[in-house]
C-alpha cells in the first residue's frame, strides 16, 4: 500500500473539505492529521476510497474534540460540523473546496513567500522541512511563515472562498505567480543542484486541478501549457555529467512527446478562445520550440512582440533579446539590451556575454562571464558559464 | 461582522497642500464616508491634527511623566481614520482601496481585537 502516494494526493483535498467545515484552517488541519495518524494503524488495505475515509474520521475526530472543549467557539463549531450534510466524493462541493482553498493561500493580503510556503503545505501536503529545503531558508522561517499566515488568515478576516468577478482578474494573478514560482524554483533551484523535480511535479498537479476547476480562464489553460511544454524538455536539459545543456544543443529525441502533445493542444485551445495573456503567449513562445525538428526563431521573435505589448519588464525584452540575435544577428540584440537595468539577475551578463562573444568582442565576453559568474547562485549554472568562458578563443 | 479600522498613513515630512487641494481630498473622503453609512458599514470617522500636536502621557513606576509630542522615528504618522463594520477582509481591503484614492494616502486595514477576551 502506498501510504506517502495517499497522502500526498488526499491531503489537500481533506484540508479544504474540512476548513469549510470547521471555518477553522488550524483545526481542520489538526483533525486531518489525527484521522491520517489513525489510518496508519487501521488500513490493512487501502479502502475503496481513501479520501472520504479520511474526511469522514477527521469530522469525528472533530466532533469529539470541540465536545471537549467548551469555548463558545468550539460549541459553535461542533454545531455546524453536526449538522453538515454527510460529504459527497466525486462531486461539486470537494472541488469547490480546493479552489477556495487556493485562493486563500494565495491572497495578496499574504507575502508572496508566505503563499507560496503556504500553498504548498496545505494543497500539496509537502511537509515544512521539504518547504525549507526546496527554497533553501531554515526549517524554522517557513514554520514561522505558515502559523503567522494562518494567523493571518483567522484574525484578519481572509475570506475561505472564491473571490467575486470584479476582484478575480488580481486574485487569479496571484494565484498563477504562485504556481508559477512554485515551478520555477524546480526547474532552476536558487542553488545546488539545477532540478528539483518534486517541485515541478507539483506545480503542475496544482495547475492541473486549477485548470479542471477554472476551464473558462484561458490565462489558466496558458500556465499548464507552459508548465508541461517546459517540463517535457527536462530530460534532456542536464547532460550525463549532470551539466546544463541549453535548449539548442538538446537531444530533441529525449523530450517527453505526451506531454508536448498536451501542450500543444493547450496552446490550440487559448488560440480559439483569443483572449491572449502573458502566460499564453510564454506557452505559445514554447509551443514553437517544441513543434518539429529546429525553431522557427521568426515566430518566437513575432511571439515575444506580442508578449512585450503585453507585460513589458525588462526580463521579457531580455528574452527577446535572444530572438532578436537569431534572427537579426546579435549586434541588433546587443543593442537592444545595453539600456536595461536588472540588478543581481544573472541571465543579464550572461546573455551579454554569449552576444559579445558572438560578435568577437573577447574581452568584453570575458567581463560579462565573470559578471554572470559572480551573480549565479546554481551550481550547475555556475559551471555552465564557466565552461562558457573557458571556451572563449 | 468584524470591525476594521482603515488608518489613513500621513507622510508628515511632506509639506501642506494648497487649502482648495485640501477641500476637494475632503469632499471625495466625505462622499466614500456618505457610501459607508448607505451600505450600512460605517461605525466612526476622523480626521487627526498632525502627530506634533499631540501629548503623550507614559507610565512610569507608578506614577506618569508627560512629554510633548511622540517619539516618531517614522515620517508617516495616524492622519485620520474610519472605523467600519464588515463581513471580512476583502470587504474592507474594498473600502480601503476607494479611500486611499479618495484622500491620495495609504490606507493601512486592521482588524480589531476579538471582543471575548474582554469579558
Known sequence: ?393 | MRQYLLAVQLDESERDAPEDEVRAMLARTGKVTDEMKAAGSWVFVGGLEHSDVSTVVRPAGGTTTITDGPFAETKEQLGGFWVIQVEDLDEALAWAEKCALACGQPIEVRPFGDPSLRQ
Open chain 1, 1 to 393: 500500500m502506498d501510504f506517502d502516494g495517499i497522502y500526498r494526493a488526499e491531503y489537500g483535498r481533506c484540508v479544504a473539505t474540512l476548513t469549510r467545515l470547521l471555518g477553522d484552517i488550524s483545526l481542520a488541519e489538526e483533525a486531518v492529521q489525527d484521522a491520517f495518524a489513525t489510518a496508519v494503524e487501521k488500513w490493512e488495505k487501502t479502502p475503496p476510497n481513501p479520501g472520504a475515509w479520511i474526511v469522514t474520521t477527521a469530522r469525528n475526530r472533530a466532533i469529539d474534540r470541540l465536545r471537549r472543549e467548551s469555548t463558545r467557539e468550539a460549541r459553535h463549531a461542533q454545531a455546524l460540523l453536526l449538522h453538515a450534510p454527510e460529504e459527497q466524493r466525486e462531486t461539486g462541493p470537494v472541488r469547490d473546496d480546493q479552489l477556495r482553498m487556493i485562493f486563500t493561500c494565495c491572497h495578496p493580503a499574504l507575502s508572496p513567500p508566505a503563499r507560496a510556503a503556504l500553498t504548498l503545505r496545505l494543497l500539496g501536503g509537502l511537509e515544512v522541512g521539504e518547504i525549507a529545503r526546496a527554497y533553501l531558508v531554515p526549517e524554522s522561517t517557513v514554520s514561522q511563515r505558515i502559523v503567522r499566515a494562518k494567523r493571518k488568515i483567522r484574525d484578519a478576516g481572509i475570506p475561505y472562498r472564491v473571490p467575486g468577478d470584479g476582484e478575480l482578474p488580481e486574485r487569479l494573478d496571484s494565484v498563477l505567480t504562485v504556481l508559477y514560482l512554485v515551478f520555477n524554483e524546480g526547474y532552476t533551484s536558487t542553488s545546488g543542484e539545477l532540478l528539483r523535480t518534486d517541485l515541478c511535479l507539483e506545480a503542475i498537479r496544482l495547475a492541473r486541478a486549477l485548470a479542471e476547476l477554472m476551464p473558462g480562464e484561458p490565462e489558466v489553460t496558458g500556465l499548464l501549457a507552459l508548465l508541461l511544454l517546459t517540463e517535457a524538455r527536462r530530460p534532456a536539459r542536464v547532460g550525463p555529467a549532470g551539466e546544463l545543456v541549453v535548449l539548442a544543443e538538446q537531444d530533441r529525441s529525449l523530450w517527453d512527446r505526451e506531454l508536448i502533445a498536451e501542450g500543444h493542444e493547450l496552446v490550440r485551445r487559448c488560440l480559439r478562445v483569443a483572449r491572449p495573456g502573458p502566460y499564453q503567449v510564454q506557452a505559445a513562445i514554447n509551443a514553437v520550440h517544441t513543434d518539429g525538428e529546429s525553431t522557427d526563431w521568426a515566430q518566437v521573435l513575432a511571439l515575444y512582440d506580442q508578449l512585450w505589448r503585453l507585460a513589458p519588464t525588462p526580463v521579457v525584452a531580455l528574452n527577446r533579446a535572444v530572438a532578436v540575435a537569431e534572427v537579426h544577428g546579435p549586434a541588433a540584440a546587443l543593442a537592444g539590451i545595453e539600456e536595461l537595468d536588472l540588478p543581481g539577475y544573472h541571465h543579464l551578463p550572461a546573455t551579454r556575454a554569449n552576444l559579445l562573444a558572438r560578435l568577437g568582442r573577447t574581452a568584453e565576453a570575458v567581463a560579462a562571464y565573470d559578471e554572470a559568474i559572480a551573480l549565479a547562485t546554481n551550481d550547475t549554472e555556475r559551471a555552465f558559464l564557466r565552461a562558457k568562458r573557458a571556451a572563449l578563443p
